[in-house]
Nanobody, 124 residues
Framework: QVQLVESGGGLVQAGGSLRLSCAAS????????MGWFRQAPGKEREFLAT????????YYAGSVKGRFTISRDNAKNVVYLQTNRLKPEDTAVYFC?????????????????WGRGTQVTVSS
């Protein structure tokens, strides 16, 4: 059974940083794309970044490009999202997801597996 478990969220002041982690288990993810999304109250789920597990290709949404970095540790089966220069508008629940294929997958409906999310709150 596939499990994705996010961690690393919390409360941070504007301008600060957090490193989110997504521990993946239950299958081999070598042919998957891994993605990070977020959802703020009253808003739709927003794509942030994706990485190809096998070749490491990455792609970012314009709203976070240059501030957020996605990476993976193949040995540990963990995907990270380093978030820098955080703003109050980055406040949301952040989700990790896995999609078959790739290397770049940005549409939420193409992701088959989702974690439960981790809350990020940025104070002004």
């Amino acid at each position: 059974q596939v499990q994705l478990v996010e961690s690393g969220g919390g409360l941070v002041q504007a301008g600060g940083s957090l490193r989110l982690s997504c521990a993946a288990s239950g299958r081999t993810f070598s042919n998957y794309a891994m993605g990070w999304f977020r959802q703020a109250p009253g808003k739709e789920r927003e794509f942030l970044a994706t990485i190809s597990w096998s070749v490491g290709s990455t792609y970012y949404a314009g709203s976070v490009k240059g501030r957020f970095t996605i990476s993976r540790d193949n040995a540990k089966n963990v995907v990270y999202l380093q978030t820098n220069r955080l703003k109050p508008e980055d406040t949301a629940v952040y989700f990790c997801a896995a999609a078959r294929g790739g290397p770049i997958v940005v549409v939420p409906t193409e992701y088959a597996y989702w974690g439960r999310g981790t809350q990020v709150t940025v104070s002004s």
